[in-house]
């Protein structure tokens, strides 16, 4: 590309003061006139916001326009009266933002040298935005050609595209931070496509919080996780509770420290159970086969406590009893505890004790509950599913570049949701540290709505569990080729561990002052000054910042192809205020808004959030 950055029609200004991060240039006085053309195209490059080219010597240098305002004897001046043509002379604050070798068009990070006074000042135009934004971005020391990704282009009119390498977006995680309606979801539909089409190889987990990417996964495996209307098309899985550990359990059920002892005893029990059903084993059994009378359980009541503990605590046993990730089944869970409720007697033996059954009944009715509530039945219940694991190891190892996780149906109670987002992340952490995913290819798992599902703890203050399996993706998981993609509306709430892992962030509209402060911290290219636009981004514009973007460029980022787009559309509530007139004419009825019934309006259904009430007797919503 041959980039001619000053172009004497674009002139627009001169440099009176130079400061380290910031320029001052005395404006035109035509750049202030909005519907300016320059070969057909709209030239702007005197507003707050656009971005100007400062003449160098051998460098251009890339700025923004922080600020315009006139010199203080002017400012009422400018006011329109009879008679008088104003003649202002506004000036702009700059911040400079990196430099391009003339000559060659090799883009620089930071500030070469600096302009001097009297030098010119340029409106870029969008070829040269474009360049810079995607320059970083597209070089390649070896020489090598990469896959880039076109997410979107320069805000010109004109659509000036911006192409950014997939690996430099993906290599060290990528954030996706918004307030609500700024672009997320659209934002990761459109890297979902983009993936997609190109020869990338990566494998692409989607967790979808809300069910609404079922149009962007069409023609992919999505499973469902959750009870009831599984979705026609769609895979029901269930997490089998085996997968949980021995936290998990003190967190969910809560026991209180007598319910503990027992609790962690009946779960080493259980998985004694397993261990001495297993090929290598078949001494330790014959030695306690007169505990193994019941089914799936160890009985202890008047059974010699030297013979039992001989074999529990055998090496080979003990490392798999104690060892969270061994499975245990736990519909004998409450059969075992019950078993646990004993004490010791003088002749070597157990004895009952029937206080601690007592004591042991409300963790009994907990279990119990667990088994039969509908809510749990994703995780303890829905026997006949396959297992979530099952499947993502199939997709593994099959040639399919997608795979969504459906949790729209998944209970807000009980933190399931947290719990169950974790234990995905857990076994997707173990699987690639075991698995050496490494040989084959990457996988990028995509978390939409991540604020939900970090920085959550389990238990009260006697238990605590840290549901931090995402957290623990983002520091390790690079190194396996387990790369995430998270977005979030509050960044706030991410811990600073995960947040600092991010490479690249993709920044829409942000209004919350604690927010911007966190992204700035995350980031050192993200300054103040810089920070300043996020409030004002339309939906859909997105500042790109990272360490192969140094210079935070905002671009508008393109939705994908009607068909894929997420169902996240607000209502449209104009389509809701149709005078009730309308629909039943009645010749005396105003032409105004109808207000009369307290009637609740029918909520649009989830599938189709933009359609109007079926009925049309329904009035306003509110
Ligand atoms: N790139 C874009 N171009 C044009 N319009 C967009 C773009 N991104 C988003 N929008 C508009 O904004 C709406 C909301 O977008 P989206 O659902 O992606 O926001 P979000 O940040 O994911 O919100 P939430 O945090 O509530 O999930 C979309 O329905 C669309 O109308
Ligand atoms: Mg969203």
New binding site residues.
Partial sequence: MNIAPFDPERRIGTVTQVLPDSVFVNLDAVTQRTGRLLSGNSLRGGQVGDFVVLDCDSHALLARILEVKLPEKERLDIEQQLGHTPDPHPLAKLHLLGALQTGTDKVISGIPNYPALGASVFAASADLVSHFASSFSLKSEDGAKHVTLRL?HVRDGVGTPVEIRADHLFARHCAIL??????????IS?LLEQCLASHMFPKIILIDPTGEYAATATGHTSLFLGSTDVPSGETQVRIPCEHLQDGDYLCILAPSPTQRVRLNDAIHSLRLVEVLGRKGFESERAQLASYLTAEGVITKSGKTRSTFYSVRTAAAVADLVENPTTPFAFRYLTAQIMNECVADADNGTWRPFPNALEWSQPLLSKINALRVSAAWSPIFGNEGAASVFNEIEKFFNNGERLLRINLADLSFDFRLREIAVNLIGRWLREHVRDYKLKADRPVLVVL??AHNFLNRHLGDEDFKQPLDAFEKIAKEGRKFWLNLVL?T?QPRDIPPGILSQMGTLVV?RLINEADRKVVEMACGQLDAAAAKFLPSLA??EAAIIGVDFPIPLTI????PAQNLR?A???PQFTRWLQPKAAATPKPAAPATVATSSPKPAKAPTPANPTAPPANDDDDIPF
């Fill in positions: 979107g918004g307030a609500t309606g700024g672009g997320k979801s659209t934002t459109r939409d709505e977005a509306q829409h939906p859909g508008q980022i393109e939705q997420p996240s559309a607000g």
